[in-house]
């Protein structure tokens, strides 16, 4: 083996050393994952409320700092209000199971408010 044949294989093997990562993270959930995305959770919709205080998609994306902020309002502020409360949150939605666990679930997260709330 001559000295231009294996500079060629030093230069091919070290391109794929560091082209490693990339390829393995490409094979594992990248460029030949499956693109088709879960099915999204059938949820029980409240039957009694015409509307939600707010709009689906901003309750979607942030009904999480609703709470959070009216956690803080109620607890170390003392001001309580009615319109983003988990009470009224639960006036409309009966069913923890069939409403916030499903999204929850399908989402991957979990929530520390059942741990001291209880939703029916």
Known sequence: MNNKTLGYIVVVFTLLLLAA??????????LFASKRA?????????????????????MRKNHQKLLLNERVSAVREGIRTASHSLNNCKSCHKSREKFCD????????????????NLP
């Open 38 to 58: 879960p099915a999204a959770p059938e949820l029980e919709r409240p039957r009694n409320a015409k509307e939600c205080v707010e709009p689906t998609d901003y």
């Open 102 to 117: 499903k999204c929850h679930e399908y989402i991957g997260v979990k929530p520390d408010c059942f741990g001291c709330h």
């Open 21 to 30: 990562p990339a390829i393995y993270n490409a094979a594992g959930h990248g």
